[in-house]
């Protein structure tokens, strides 16, 4: 089923018929900016879970106290990222189980399609999501800037500078490994 968002952009419905993904994946202009030195230091066999935020100064990721918010909520975000520079993100349970993820973390099923690349000496993300709701949910280009530490992904949105989410890898099981995304 295809569908018109705010911007005349087109979409489709994923096979979990409630997330939709655009069908000309030119909305996607940023990967051009994609090259594989944006990947140094993502693993792209893994998913990277939601753990805790924190705030810190608009310009950089360093916290402005030591208090840490962890996610206490049933559902967590996670990251997704693979060789071409596709990213997906999903919003799942939190420690869902191996059939769980093979079935949603399926680009084909679930998650929010967007593009890793890199402007201005900063890795980013624009993904295609939900930006507000009226009557029907209103999509666009939410970007991202992500900054890798190790086994951590720090994320902040241009919408709030301010505010950092943190994430931790974790492994995908083989069946999960396997998908490609090709946007």
Known sequence: MLGLFSCNVKTRYLDNNKTRVPTDNQVF????????????????????????????????????????????????????????????????????NAAQQERNINPEY????GVLYQKEGTRKVD????????????????????EIKGDSLFEKSMKDPNSVRVYAKRKLSPMASAYTADW
């Open 110 to 113: 679930d998650g929010s399609r």
């Open 29 to 96: 202009g940023n990967r051009v900016l994609f090259n594989s030195d944006v990947l140094k230091g993502i693993d792209t066999d893994v998913v990277y879970e939601e753990i805790y935020g924190y705030l810190s100064q608009k310009d950089n990721f360093i916290p402005l106290g030591k208090q840490k918010n962890y996610n206490t909520q049933m559902q967590v975000g996670y990251y997704r990222f693979y060789e071409n520079g596709c990213v997906n993100f999903f919003i799942l349970e939190k420690d869902f």
């Open 127 to 146: 993904l295609f999501a939900i930006k507000s709701y009226g009557l029907k949910p209103n999509y666009d280009i939410i970007t991202r800037i992500i």
